[in-house]
């Protein structure tokens, strides 16, 4: 079994930075995948950025891509994801995930989720 909790969300102006990390528990987190996704009000949960095992290997969306970087510590057992020139429009809750596969997209691909933390950016 595997435990993701987030951390770092809140409120900053646009053009601001957060960090956001997610510390997981169980033995499997260094050969799994790790995702941050986002869910706004009324919209589908999104892929954000994904990260391979290794940290090697990253995917981002088009909508983050040059802003957010994703990388990990394995011997934290921890994800992070920096976010630089926060627009309005990143507003939701960001949810940390995993699975034992390759970098996906598709949210029903994953196994362990987080419990969420909201970031908020002010026009």
């Known amino acids: 079994q595997v435990q993701l909790v987030e951390s770092g969300g809140g409120l900053v102006p646009a053009g601001g930075s957060l960090r956001l990390s997610c510390a997981a528990s169980?033995?499997?987190?260094?050969?799994?995948?790790m995702a941050w996704f986002r869910q706004a009000p009324g919209k589908e949960r999104e892929f954000v950025a994904g990260?391979?095992?290794?940290?090697?290997?990253?995917t981002y969306a088009d909508s983050v891509k040059g802003r957010f970087t994703i990388s990990r510590d394995n011997a934290k057992n921890t994800v992070y994801l920096q976010m630089n020139s926060l627009k309005p429009e990143d507003t939701a809750v960001y949810y940390c995930?995993?699975?034992?596969?390759?970098?996906?997209?598709?949210?029903?691909?994953?196994?362990?989720w987080g419990q969420g933390t909201q970031v908020s950016v002010s026009s």
């Open positions: 995930a995993s699975r034992a596969g390759t970098i996906d997209l598709l949210t029903q691909r994953y196994d362990y």
């Open positions: 990260i391979g095992w290794s940290g090697a290997r990253t």
């Open positions: 169980g033995r499997t987190f260094s050969s799994s995948t």
